[in-house]
Nanobody
Framework: QVQLKESGGGLVQAGGSLRLSCAAS????????MGWFRQAPGKEREFVAG????????SDADSVKGRFTISRDNAKNTVYLQMNSLKPEDTAVYFC????????????????WGQGTQVTVSS
C-alpha cells in the first residue's frame, strides 16, 4: 500500500508560482512512477506531468509545457510540481498518483491517489 498526501496549493495571481508537494508513505513508495493530474469543476481529470521512478524521464501535457516541472526526491519520498507563469485556466484540484510501472498519461492506469490540493489562479 502507498499513501499519498498533497500540499502547497493555494490562491495566487496570474503570472505567479506555486510548488506542490506529494509526500508518499509506504514500504515501496520510491519504486513507483508518479504523476500529477488536475480536475477543474465540470471537467474531466486531466494529466499534467509524470516522472519515472528514478526521475530519468518526465512528460508534461502540452498545456503546461515550459511552465510546469515535475521532479522527485526519493530520499524524502516526495514528488514536486513546480508551477510557474500560472494562468486562470490552471485553476483546479491537483492530485498526485502512483503507478507500479512506467509513467502514464491515463488516470485509470494509476494504482494510488492522494486527496488533492486546490490551486486557484486569479486574473
Amino acid at each position: 500500500q502507498v499513501q499519498l498526501k498533497e500540499s502547497g496549493g493555494g490562491l495566487v495571481q496570474a503570472g505567479g508560482s506555486l510548488r506542490l508537494s506529494c509526500a508518499a508513505s509506504g514500504r515501496t513508495a520510491s519504486t513507483y512512477a508518479m504523476g500529477w493530474f488536475r480536475q477543474a469543476p465540470g471537467k474531466e481529470r486531466e494529466f499534467v506531468a509524470g516522472i519515472s521512478l528514478i526521475g530519468s524521464s518526465t512528460s508534461d501535457a502540452d498545456s503546461v509545457k515550459g511552465r510546469f516541472t515535475i521532479s522527485r526526491d526519493n530520499a524524502k519520498n516526495t514528488v514536486y510540481l513546480q508551477m510557474n507563469s500560472l494562468k486562470p485556466e490552471d485553476t483546479a484540484v491537483y492530485f498526485c498518483a502512483a503507478r507500479n510501472s512506467i509513467p502514464s498519461t491515463k488516470s485509470y492506469e494509476y494504482d494510488y491517489w492522494g486527496q488533492g490540493t486546490q490551486v486557484t489562479v486569479s486574473s
